[in-house]
C-alpha cells in the first residue's frame, strides 16, 4: 500500500496545525460558524444532531494494521468505544469534542491518515474496489490511480469551493464493485486493443433526491491524461454548476441540463487546452506510485484445498461462511474474505475498539497486512490462504465477527438515519435491525439468496437505496416516519435505479412488506440460480405490487 | 474599511473603485468596468490602463482581446463559498497569460487568501477584520506544500510531476 514521503509529512502535520489555530480562532470567537463550517468540513468535522461527527479518510479504503489500531484507539479514547464504516468506506465518530479534533488528526497522521476532504463542497475521498489487487477477475488494479487523484485534489486551490460536494470512483474490473456510474466522476480502467492502460470516463451520476446514471463522455482516455481531464471536468463544474439551489448543485444536474453532446464537447475544449501541460502523468511516476501496490509475495499454499474440503465437510457453518463470505483470488491458494460487519439484528457498518483490534491482529497473522473497507460497510481480507480460513474463522466468531451473509438480505447498508444525523426525516438502524432479525436464520437468507437491501433515512439517500435491490427511504409525513419501497435497483457494471412501488408503510409495518416482497420473489422465480434483481428485471413491478397493494390488503389504505 | 493587500504589504492610495449608486468615483479614481462596459470602452477607444471587474458569471474568455489594454482586472468572490473566481483566475494567467495586477474582491478571508495567491491573484481588497488583523501581524495560513501545478509558478519538489513547494 501507499507509504507516505516526507513531502506527504510535511502537508498533512501543516494541515493539522493550521486547523488546530481555525479550531482555536473558532473557541475564542475570532471566527464566526459560518465561516468555520466549510473549513472544519473539509477537514471532516460535521455538526450533528447530538454532536460534532468526524469522518476520518480511508482512502479507496486500504488500511494496514497499525492504522487499524489507531482507528481503535481513536474510538477509546476520544469516542465511545466503537466507529461506524460508511459507504464512501471512511469511518465516522459520532462524540469527539471539537476542542480534541486537532489531537486526533495529529494522531491519525502518525499512522499516516488524515480526515482531509471527507466533507464539504470539495473533491472527497476518492474510492474504488474493494478487492482490487486481488481479485480474480482485474484487469489491473486501481489504486494507484486513485491515489495519484488523492494526492492531486489535495488541498487544490481551485476546487475548494465547488457548487457541491464532488465525488470520484475508480475500478479496475468489468464487474462494478465500486458503483461507479453513480458518482460524479467514475473511471473504469481498462486496457485497448494495444493492451495500453486507460479509462473510460463517466460523468454525472448520483443519488440524492435526483438519482441519475452517469453518462460515459469518453471511451478510452489514456492513463497519461488523467489528471489534465479530470481538470477540465472539475473546471467546466466549478464554473458552470448551479449555485442558486443546494439541490441542484451536483454535476448530475449540470449534465442533465445541458445535455451530455454539450457537457463533452465543454469538457474536450478544455481539455484540449491541458493536454501535454504539467498536469501529464510520467509513466515513470505512475510506476512508482504503482510500485507500492504490489501484492505481497503469496507462497502456494496447495494443502489448503484438501483441508478446506475437510473442514467444510465438519462443519455446516464454517462451509456457508467460506461459500458466502470468500471470494476467488488471483491466486487459487488463496481466497478474499468478507468480514461482515452486519450481525443478525445488530447496527450495519457499526465496529468496536476491541473488534477494530482483533481485526488488525489476524490481518498480520493471515492476510499479510492488508485491510479494505468496502463500500458495503463490511471489511475485507483481501490475501488469505485457504489453508488459513479455519483458525481466522475460529477467531472471527469469537468477536461475532463472523457472519455468513456477504451479499445476502441481512447484509443492509443503512446511513447513521435519525440516531445521529441533523440531515435525517426517519430512524435507519432500527428498522435495518428489524428486517436482519426477521431473516436472519442462515437457512433462510441462504434460500432467498443474493439480495441487497438499502435503507437511508432521508433523500439525501446515503444509505444508496436508489440502488438497492430493495431500497427503503425513510420520509416523514404528518409528523410520522414512512418507508416508501423502490424495487429493482442496482450498482454495479448494469446500473440501475430502483422504481417506486407504491404508497409508503410505517415502521411497524415496513418488515412485513418487505417479507411480502420476499415470498413473492421465491414463489415466481424460474430457478434458484435466478437472484431477486433478474426475477424483477424479467417480471416488473406488477407482481410486487399485487401482493403488497392487492384487493385484500386495499381496505388499509 | 477595504484596504489593499499584496505580498510587499498594504497598498496606500489605491485609485481603483467599484461604483455603486451610492457610490462613485472621484477625480483621482479609476473605475474597475463590468465586462460589456469594459468591452465598448476598448472598442471604442484606444485607451490603455483600463481596468475590469469580472463577476462569476462572466465569460474570463471575452477579455482576450483587450488583455494588453488592462492594467488590472479584478475577480469577485461575492461569498465565501462561490469559488468560480480561483478557475477565472487560474485560466486569466495559464490560458490567457495575463501578466498585469489580478485583485481578489468581495468576500476575501484570511483562509481563502493561500488558494487565492496560488492561482494567480496578487492583489486582495480586504474588507474582514480578522484577515487584515493577521495581514498586519503578517501570519497567512498556507501550506508550503503542494499537489498540484497552479498558475503561481513554484519549484517542483517532492519527486512526482505534479507536486510543488512554495519559497
Same mark, same amino acid.
Given at each position: ?19 488546530? &489555530? /481555525? ?6 470567537? %475570532? ?9 472544519? =468540513?473539509?477537514?471532516?468535522?460535521? =455538526? ?12 479507496? #479504503? ?9 482507528? $481503535? ?33 495529529? !494522531? ?23 478487492? $482490487?489487487?486481488?481479485? $480474480? &477477475? ?19 486551490? %481551485? ?35 494495444? #493492451? ?8 454525472? #451520476? ?16 489514456? !492513463? ?8 477540465? *471536468? ?35 475544449? %478544455?481539455?484540449?487546452?491541458? /493536454? ?39 462443519? %455446516? ?47 498480520? !497473522? ?45 447484509? *443492509? ?62 420520509? !416523514? ?7 416508501? *419501497? ?27 412488506? *418487505?417479507?411480502?416482497?420476499? &415470498? ?14 433478474? $426475477? ?13 397493494? #392487492? ?7 | ?59 474570463? +474568455? ?71 488583523? +493577521? ?33
Amino acid at each position: 500500500m501507499y507509504r507516505y514521503d516526507e513531502f506527504d509529512h510535511a502537508f498533512v502535520t501543516s494541515r493539522v496545525e493550521q486547523f488546530r &489555530d /481555525q479550531v482555536t480562532r473558532r473557541l475564542a470567537g %475570532e471566527l464566526a460558524e459560518d465561516a468555520f463550517k466549510p473549513l472544519r =468540513l473539509m477537514n471532516g468535522v460535521y =455538526l450533528q444532531l447530538h454532536a460534532y461527527m468526524l469522518r476520518v479518510a480511508i482512502p479507496y #479504503g486500504t488500511l494496514n494494521a497499525r492504522q487499524l489500531r489507531m482507528l $481503535a484507539d481513536i474510538a477509546r479514547k476520544y469516542d465511545r468505544g466503537y466507529g461506524h464504516f460508511t459507504t464512501r468506506q471512511n469511518i465516522q465518530y459520532n462524540w469527539p469534542k471539537l476542542s480534541d479534533t486537532p489531537d486526533i488528526l495529529a !494522531e491519525l497522521a502518525t499512522v499516516e491518515m488524515h480526515a482531509l476532504q471527507t466533507s464539504g463542497n470539495c473533491i472527497r475521498n476518492v474510492t474504488a474496489d474493494h478487492f $482490487a489487487g486481488a481479485a $480474480a &477477475d482485474e484487469v489491473a488494479d486501481p489504486r494507484p490511480y486513485a491515489e495519484i487523484l488523492r494526492q492531486w485534489s489535495s488541498v487544490h486551490p %481551485e476546487f475548494s469551493y465547488l457548487p457541491r460536494k464532488f465525488k470520484i470512483a475508480v475500478t479496475g474490473a468489468e464487474r462494478d464493485r465500486a458503483a461507479i456510474q453513480v458518482h460524479d466522476i467514475g473511471l473504469h480502467l481498462k486496457k485497448n486493443d494495444q #493492451g495500453e492502460l486507460g479509462f473510460a470516463v463517466y460523468v454525472g #451520476g448520483g443519488q440524492g433526491r435526483t438519482p441519475l446514471i452517469a453518462k460515459k463522455i469518453r471511451d478510452f482516455l489514456p !492513463e497519461e491524461d488523467l489528471l489534465s481531464y479530470v481538470t477540465a *471536468i472539475v473546471r467546466v463544474y466549478n464554473l458552470f454548476g448551479r449555485r442558486d439551489n443546494k439541490y441542484k448543485a451536483r454535476i448530475k444536474i449540470l449534465v442533465h441540463e445541458t445535455g451530455v453532446e454539450e457537457i463533452t464537447r465543454q469538457v474536450e475544449e %478544455e481539455f484540449s487546452h491541458l /493536454q501535454g501541460t504539467e498536469l501529464k502523468l510520467p509513466d515513470a511516476d505512475i510506476q512508482a506510485i504503482a510500485a507500492y501496490f504490489a501484492p505481497p509475495a503469496l507462497p502456494d499454499r496447495p494443502e489448503g484445498w484438501a483441508q478446506l474440503a475437510g473442514w467444510k465437510k465438519e462443519d %455446516e457453518a464454517f462451509g456457508r461462511w467460506v461459500s458466502q463470505n470468500v471470494q476467488p483470488h488471483k491466486h487459487p491458494d488463496y481466497g478474499m474474505v468478507t468480514i461482515s460487519l452486519k450481525p443478525i439484528g445488530g447496527i450495519p457498518g457499526d465496529a468496536s475498539d476491541v473488534q477494530m483490534d482483533v481485526i488488525a491482529d489476524l490481518a498480520e !497473522e493471515y492476510g499479510f497486512d492488508e485491510i479494505r473497507i468496502s463500500h458495503e460497510q463490511n471489511v475485507i481480507l483481501p490475501h488469505v490462504a485457504l489453508a488459513d480460513l479455519e483458525p481466522l474463522y475460529r477467531a472471527l466468531i469469537a468477536q461475532n465477527l463472523a457472519t455468513a451473509n456477504a451479499g445476502l438480505i441481512t447484509d *443492509i447498508i443503512a446511513c447513521p438515519g435519525l440516531d445521529y444525523c441533523a440531515l435525517a426525516n426517519a430512524r435507519s438502524i432500527p428498522v435495518a435491525q428489524e428486517i436482519s432479525t426477521r431473516f436472519g436464520s442462515p437457512e433462510r437468507q441462504a434460500e432467498i439468496g443474493e439480495l441487497k437491501i438499502k435503507i437511508s433515512g432521508c433523500i439525501n439517500a446515503c444509505g444508496h437505496h436508489h440502488v438497492g435491490h430493495i431500497g427503503l427511504l425513510g420520509v !416523514e409525513k404528518k409528523g410520522a416516519e414512512l418507508y416508501q *419501497i423502490t424495487l429493482g435497483g442496482s450498482g454495479d457494471e448494469h446500473t440501475s435505479i430502483g422504481e417506486i412501488i407504491g404508497r409508503g408503510f410505517e415502521p411497524n409495518k415496513v418488515t412485513d412488506a *418487505i417479507e411480502t416482497i420476499v &415470498d413473492t420473489y421465491l414463489n415466481l422465480r424460474l430457478s434458484k440460480e435466478e437472484i431477486f434483481l433478474e $426475477a424483477y428485471r424479467r417480471v416488473g413491478p406488477q407482481p410486487f405490487k399485487d401482493a403488497l397493494y #392487492g384487493d385484500a390488503k386495499a381496505e388499509a389504505a | 474599511m477595504t484596504r489593499v493587500w499584496r505580498e510587499t504589504g498594504f497598498v496606500e492610495n489605491d485609485p481603483w473603485v467599484i461604483e455603486t449608486e451610492e457610490l462613485k468615483a472621484g477625480e483621482n479614481d479609476k473605475v474597475l468596468l463590468p465586462l460589456d462596459q469594459l468591452i465598448e470602452r476598448a472598442e471604442n477607444s484606444n485607451d490603455v490602463g483600463l481596468g475590469v471587474l469580472i463577476k462569476p458569471a462572466d465569460d474570463i +474568455r471575452k477579455l482576450e482581446p483587450y488583455l494588453y489594454r488592462l492594467e488590472i482586472v479584478a475577480v469577485e468572490f461575492p461569498a465565501f463559498n462561490d469559488g468560480r473566481a480561483f478557475s477565472h483566475a487560474s485560466l486569466l494567467r495559464d490560458r490567457l497569460a495575463y501578466k498585469n495586477e489580478l485583485r481578489a474582491v468581495g468576500d476575501v478571508l484570511i483562509d481563502q487568501i493561500p488558494l487565492m495567491l496560488r492561482c494567480g491573484v496578487d492583489s486582495f481588497a480586504v474588507k474582514n477584520a480578522t484577515a487584515l488583523k +493577521r495581514l498586519e501581524e503578517g501570519r497567512l495560513p498556507g501550506i508550503a506544500v503542494h499537489y498540484q501545478p497552479t498558475a503561481r509558478q513554484a519549484d517542483k519538489a517532492g519527486g512526482y510531476s505534479w507536486r510543488r513547494r512554495s519559497a
